[in-house]
């Protein structure tokens, strides 16, 4: 599984962050970025966890620091591990 952005992206957007109380639902549940939009989750705090949706795939789990690239049209879902803080940019 890739986890870099290619080189011919650049930023567009960002979420807010997002804290255990603030997270939208509709990121702990199965949804995808749009076709042809990357997405960098980034962890400032606490722990989330990254849930590919694939068969086979392995959840990730990602600490405070850490950064995940999701690629476009993945599916997937987030599971958060206590209290965190976070959010997502998106290049195309």
């Not at 476009?72 to 976070?86: A, R």
């Amino acid at each position: 599984m890739m986890n870099s952005l290619p080189d011919h992206v650049m930023a567009y957007k960002k979420t807010p962050v997002f804290t255990q109380g603030s997270m939208p639902p509709g990121l702990l549940k199965t949804h995808k970025t749009k076709q042809g939009v990357w997405g960098v989750l980034s962890v400032l705090e606490g722990s989330v966890v990254f849930c590919p949706e694939q068969e086979d795939a392995k959840k990730i789990k990602l600490s405070a620091g850490d950064q995940w690239v999701i690629q476009p049209d993945q599916e997937h879902h987030l599971e958060l591990d206590g209290l965190v803080s976070c959010y997502v940019e998106f290049y195309k």
